[in-house]
């Protein structure tokens, strides 16, 4: 490798240099989206951060083996599947399908191998067998658990204390388990549901075995990183990390990382807190190169707070970097100008993502290499003009914040600038009325919350109130 990496490892909460079982390779493993309903944006964040660490190991050299799943087995689409009144495993498929369409919006490379748990039951039904081979599981009436107290290194991860845990507070605790902590592993065949046959009776996988069995399947007993939201450290990762080691007698995975949450407001992004984006209704407006920008302008392992300055920002930034993108086809060497801005960018912007996969660094040395190309671009030295092309090359490679066609991008945004000063307010001016009219709705202050549908209405803004709580607007013509 060209250069040492460091990662932030959540196993042992230290930053520490990369390194892989194989040399030169990386076993790479992504949790992936539930196929129930359309992604928000707060999905995005993973996904977008999860692409980021394929590209970027790609750049340093590594031949990556990278794994996304999907899971299309779940209580979230079979309950949602029974209000379509379809098939569960026909709505996964064409949420997969949806799910897919919004992945290419936002620039991503595609993953090694993308299995869904549908797929995946005879590794399920056998790592399941595996753990209980090993004395780490057990069956009742055609439902199997795994024994948290059998697997003495629970809690390596989230740091959390078997005993400390509280149980049977908020939820009545199962009194077919040995332990309150002991989750599922299978559970048996409900009338209406997709099941499998096994040893233990038809049934389907507990959440947390798929991706144990998918990330065998592909990458072996032994990962060289893991990544997902912070949401899943636990129980998601710590189940994932027991049942592996349970089955495998090995280590699961040696590197973990997790990205925080994006914000809306003071509150986490979420479907059930109704603060939800949708990815399709954001590109929809503003196009995918947005909303990558803006998921990637901080660090992964920093908060996101989502507000329409931080929209405004990066739109002005991809206006900025996509307009230099097309003009720089057109430079000349004109002179012997050169500089550290220009030929240093790229060494620069590697040893800020060798640093934990710092996007947010990186960005900043591009824009000081921009502003410096775009100040002398008369004077541009032979080596300098082909380093102009080296740079922003790298930047579409492994950040993916160039767009292979910039004309396009920039098209959407000059419709963007059409469409709000048509309506003789800016975005920002919109959204914060919105944001108002929701606050006064959620004070029951009625009056104020129709005067702002009435005062945006005089501007040619359509409001529309969704289902889930959100609100989104258009200009009319």
Same mark, same amino acid.
Request: include cysteine.
């Given at each position: 490798?060209?250069?040492?990496?460091?990662?932030?490892?959540?196993? #042992?909460?230290?930053?520490?240099?990369? /390194?892989?079982?194989?040399?030169?390779?990386?076993?790479?493993?992504?949790?992936?989206? #539930? #196929?129930?309903?359309?992604?928000?944006?707060?999905?995005?964040?993973?996904?977008?951060?999860?692409?980021?660490?394929?590209?970027?190991?790609?750049?340093?050299?590594?031949?990556?083996?990278?794994?996304?799943?999907?899971?299309?087995?779940?209580?979230?689409?079979?309950?949602?599947?029974?209000?379509?009144?379809?098939?569960?495993?026909?709505?996964?498929?064409?949420?997969?399908?949806?799910?897919?369409?919004? *992945? @290419?919006?936002?620039?991503?490379?595609?993953?090694?191998?993308?299995?869904?748990?549908? %797929?995946?039951?005879?590794?399920?039904?056998?790592?399941?067998?595996?753990?209980?081979?090993?004395?780490?599981?057990?069956? #009742?009436?055609?439902?199997?658990? !795994?024994?948290?107290?059998? !697997? &003495?290194?629970?809690?390596?991860?989230?740091?959390?204390?078997?005993?400390?845990?509280? &149980?049977?507070?908020?939820?009545?605790?199962?009194?077919?388990? /040995?332990?309150?902590?002991?989750?599922?592993?299978?559970?048996?065949?409900?009338?209406?549901?997709? =099941?499998?046959?096994?040893?233990?009776?038809?049934?389907?996988?507990?959440?947390?075995?798929?991706?144990?069995?998918?990330?065998?399947?592909?990458?072996?007993?032994?990962?060289?990183?893991?990544?997902?939201?912070?949401?899943?450290?636990?129980?998601?990762? %710590? @189940?994932?990390?027991?049942?592996?080691? $349970?089955?495998?007698?090995?280590?699961?995975?040696?590197?973990?990382? &997790?990205?925080?949450?994006?914000?809306?407001?003071?509150?986490?992004?979420?479907?059930?807190?109704? @603060?939800?984006?949708?990815?399709?209704?954001?590109?929809?407006?503003?196009?995918?190169?947005?909303?990558?920008?803006?998921?990637?302008?901080?660090?992964?392992?920093?908060?996101?707070?989502?507000?329409?300055?931080?929209?405004?920002?990066?739109?002005?930034?991809?206006?900025?970097?996509?307009?230099?993108?097309?003009?720089?086809?057109?430079?000349?060497?004109?002179?012997?100008?050169?500089?550290?801005?220009?030929?240093?960018?790229?060494?620069? *912007?590697?040893?800020?993502?060798? @640093?934990?996969?710092? =996007?947010?660094?990186?960005?900043?040395?591009?824009?000081?290499?921009?502003?410096?190309?775009?100040?002398?671009?008369?004077?541009?030295?032979?080596? =300098?003009?082909?380093?102009?092309?080296?740079?922003?090359? !790298?930047?579409?490679? $492994?950040?993916?914040?160039?767009?292979?066609?910039?004309?396009?991008?920039?098209?959407?945004?000059?419709?963007?600038?059409?469409?709000?000063?048509?309506?003789?307010?800016?975005?920002?001016?919109?959204?914060?009325?919105?944001?108002?009219?929701?606050?006064?709705?959620?004070?029951?202050?009625?009056?104020?919350?129709?005067?702002?549908?009435?005062?945006?209405?005089?501007?040619?803004?359509?409001?529309?109130?969704?289902?889930?709580?959100?609100?989104?607007?258009?200009?009319?013509?």
């Amino acid at each position: 490798m060209t250069r040492e990496l460091k990662i932030q490892n959540n196993l #042992t909460r230290k930053k520490e240099v990369f /390194k892989t079982i194989e040399p030169g390779k990386v076993k790479f493993y992504s949790c992936g989206p #539930t #196929t129930y309903d359309f992604l928000h944006i707060g999905n995005a964040r993973a996904l977008v951060v999860g692409d980021l660490f394929n590209r970027v190991l790609k750049a340093f050299g590594y031949e990556v083996n990278f794994v996304r799943n999907y899971t299309d087995v779940d209580d979230k689409i079979i309950d949602r599947a029974r209000q379509e009144g379809r098939d569960a495993l026909e709505h996964a498929a064409i949420f997969v399908k949806e799910c897919e369409t919004d *992945m @290419n919006s936002l620039g991503m490379m595609p993953a090694t191998h993308t299995p869904k748990v549908s %797929e995946t039951m005879p590794e399920i039904i056998q790592m399941i067998q595996d753990i209980i081979k090993n004395g780490k599981a057990y069956e #009742t009436e055609g439902e199997v658990f !795994f024994h948290v107290p059998a !697997f &003495h290194d629970y809690g390596k991860l989230s740091k959390k204390d078997l005993d400390s845990l509280q &149980h049977g507070i908020r939820v009545e605790v199962d009194g077919r388990k /040995k332990h309150p902590s002991d989750f599922v592993l299978w559970k048996p065949a409900k009338p209406g549901e997709p =099941s499998w046959d096994s040893p233990w009776g038809k049934g389907r996988p507990g959440w947390h075995i798929e991706c144990s069995a998918m990330a065998k399947k592909f990458l072996g007993n032994t990962l060289d990183l893991h990544h997902g939201g912070v949401d899943l450290m636990f129980p998601h990762h %710590e @189940n994932e990390i027991a049942q592996s080691e $349970a089955a495998n007698n090995c280590p699961f995975c040696n590197n973990w990382a &997790h990205n925080e949450f994006l914000n809306f407001g003071s509150e986490k992004m979420s479907k059930s807190l109704g @603060n939800v984006i949708k990815i399709r209704d954001f590109v929809e407006k503003y196009g995918g190169q947005v909303l990558r920008h803006v998921l990637l302008s901080v660090h992964y392992r920093a908060r996101l707070e989502w507000s329409e300055e931080v929209i405004q920002r990066a739109i002005d930034e991809v206006k900025r970097i996509h307009e230099f993108a097309l003009e720089a086809k057109s430079y000349k060497a004109g002179g012997d100008y050169s500089s550290p801005e220009i030929s240093e960018c790229i060494d620069k *912007m590697m040893d800020e993502l060798a @640093n934990d996969f710092n =996007s947010a660094g990186a960005m900043g040395h591009f824009f000081s290499f921009l502003r410096n190309v775009k100040g002398n671009k008369d004077q541009l030295s032979p080596a =300098s003009l082909e380093q102009v092309q080296k740079t922003l090359k !790298f930047v579409e490679e $492994a950040l993916g914040l160039v767009n292979k066609d910039p004309q396009a991008v920039l098209e959407i945004l000059k419709k963007l600038e059409q469409d709000t000063s048509s309506s003789g307010i800016d975005a920002t001016q919109i959204e914060a009325l919105i944001e108002e009219r929701k606050v006064a709705k959620a004070a029951k202050n009625w009056a104020r919350a129709d005067e702002i549908r009435k005062e945006l209405a005089q501007k040619n803004i359509v409001l529309k109130d969704n289902p889930d709580g959100s609100s989104s607007w258009t200009v009319q013509g």
